[in-house]
């Protein structure tokens, strides 16, 4: 099926070569080996532990040539090497406390750099062809918000050929070019999104995503070793766990792949087998769904209050919209039942923002008459995530009873239809991580609901 996409803004046409039936059929998605079909277009994207060392990306190199071998053709996106983009920044930090965000993003931009060109030299060694290109290069172009920048279009022009001529294109993760040829990056953990976009734009068979852990996982594995690997998610949940903190792969990413309906796998680089976890795109209706399939959870967010403000239309706009102004995020926001006329009124944002937020909420107490501001940056949110939950009761107070057990206190709650979130105290959030995997018996294989 060849069809025209549009992309983004942009709205630039692209063709599509993928044979959607092919792929998204319900017992291709239920086989428990990945077969590719031969000569597929695949790209493997490799995060930073995967290029590690020179070792590491020598193990690279030869996953790749397997592939190639097998008569593939292979497009590889890589991060930097474990570790330089948090040196990268700390260097910076040290000359200019908060970084110009356009020189930022020309220096982080080049621990992708140097990888690209290490993986093509090791992929020439084993005697294959390669070629590197930045982002630039290739012409990933994106709108200029330099450190979150999104990905407008992409060229694959010069992909195509080079793959034409038997070539495997390494292309450079996390970064693109503007309008006006300024370097972008993508934000932390960008190259998810550079791997998923280039394969939506080539139509590639599908995307793998090669990490330190072998798939998605019913919660970290770092937190509790009892997690289980999930041999799909759908991408409704997947787009929930990533939004609220799992950090395996990056939202948009996600969000890329449920647009163009890319098949998108998350493997480990460390195993030679495995099938890893697969993003699927319908709702698994048989017995085995488990009613949660994941635990997610964050300490990037803060917590400001507003004591007594009046309880009437239009304080809600007056307290948000000056934060929407300034151009910073809110996630939960809670206004309580009033009571003689006032009510309280807290959300949440992103941490690095928490000092923004308060000194505009102190602009706006007098005009509020507030009480009182109170700000908390030591909170964490834990997130409850399944499809299940849509046709299940009763998730809400078996997670709220597992906390109280744990005698940890609530002091949010938000849900949608397939989630329910809680803000609690920092310092239980690993307690809570625990007891919830625990209460929801994610560490057993799913017997039906
Ligand atoms: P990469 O450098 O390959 O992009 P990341 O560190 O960005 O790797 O993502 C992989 C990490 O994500 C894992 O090591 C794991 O600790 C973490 N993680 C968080 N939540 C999950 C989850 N639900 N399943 C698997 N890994 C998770
Ligand atoms: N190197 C970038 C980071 O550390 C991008 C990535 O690894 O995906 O965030
Ligand atoms: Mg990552």
Redesign the pocket.
Known sequence: MAGLFCWGDFGTVLTLRRDLNRFFRADAIKSRAFIPPSMALIVQKY??TSVGNPERIRQVAKRVARYRAQGHDVVVVV??MSGE?NRLIALAKEIQPHPDPRELDVMVST??QVTIALLCMALMSLGLKARSYTGAQVRILTDSAHTRARILRIDEANIRANLAAGSIVVVA??QGTDEHGNITTLG?????TTGVAIAAALGADECQIYTDVDGVYTTDPRIVPEARRLETVTFEEMLEMASLGSKVL?IRSVEFAGKYKVRLRVLSSFEEEGEGTLITFEEDNDMEQAIISGIAFNRDEAKLTLLGVPDRPGVAHQILGPIADANVDVDMIIQNVGVDGLTDFSFTVHRNEFSKARAILEQVQPHLKARDIRGDDRIAKVSVVGVGMRSHVGIASRMFRALSEEGINIQMISTSEIKISVVIDEKYMELAVRVLHKAFELDRAPTGV
Not at 188 to 192: A, I, V
């Open positions: 995060g930073g991060s930097a983009t621990g992708e993760g996390f932390r953990g960008g190259s998810d990056q």
